[in-house]
């Protein structure tokens, strides 16, 4: 079975920082994985895909993530956080069919 | 173009009541999937459809049932409503299966009272 764990259900930034939010994923073929941002009360927004073509995938509103198989990771990062970053981030493996297995999710809270 | 579209996007029930949420894909998009998110969890997958035929079930009781029509749109019943299925069902579309990216429309809220 596939699954993925985020680390830190909350991380905190200040304006201008460095975003990380961790995620790791199990999977016994090579993975299709995702990023979707989910602002409150709204639905899911994909950010970015990783499907083998690159390790480091660039998404949308400057993040990016690089798909690394020996510590079998897929951390997003942002290299300057702005206030409208502040949400929800969910990392996800893509299993047959449309299945997506989510992680619990992480908070993002940027600060001025 | 339009992106995924669901309906309706609030609706409060009563235990033991009936529900149908309805999910129209990506134009184009012949796969529609449907989550249940529990407030303050990560989305749980419930059904997948391909082509109007199930492909997927998660581990969801037998009062949910989906299905998909000809032209690819899909509705989720969930019947003898629990407290419990209070969530944001979000319906999901792509146009084929594995690796294809897939969309989320904005969900459906569901109080159940």
């Known amino acids: 079975a596939q699954s993925v764990t985020q680390l830190g259900s909350h991380v905190s930034v200040s304006e201008g920082a460095l975003v990380l939010l961790r995620c790791n994923y199990s999977s016994s073929v090579p993975p299709y994985l995702f990023w979707y941002v989910q602002y409150p009360n709204q639905g899911l927004q994909l950010l970015l895909k990783y499907t083998s073509a690159a390790t480091l995938v660039k998404g949308i509103n400057g993040f990016e993530a690089e798909f690394k198989k020996s510590e079998t990771s897929f951390h997003l990062t942002k290299p300057s956080a702005h206030m409208s970053d502040a949400a929800e981030y969910f990392c996800a493996v893509h299993g047959g069919g449309n299945k997506l297995t989510f992680g619990t999710g992480t908070q993002l809270k940027v600060e001025l | 173009d339009a992106g995924v579209t669901q309906s309706p996007t609030h609706l409060i029930k009563t235990r033991g009541q009936h529900v149908t949420l309805r999910c129209s894909p990506i134009?184009?998009?012949?796969?529609v999937s449907w989550y249940q998110q529990v407030l303050g969890q990560g989305p749980q997958f419930i059904f997948q459809y391909y082509e109007k035929e199930e492909r997927g079930r998660g581990n969801f009781p037998d009062r949910f049932s989906a299905r998909q029509f000809p032209n690819y749109s899909s509705e989720l019943n969930v019947n003898a409503l629990l407290l419990g299925d209070s969530a944001l069902y979000l319906c999901?579309?792509?146009?084929?299966?594995?690796?294809?990216?897939?969309?989320f429309g904005e969900g459906s809220w569901l109080t159940v009272v």
């Open positions: 134009s184009g998009h012949k796969s």
């Open positions: 999901a579309s792509s146009f084929g299966q594995l690796g294809n990216t897939i969309y």
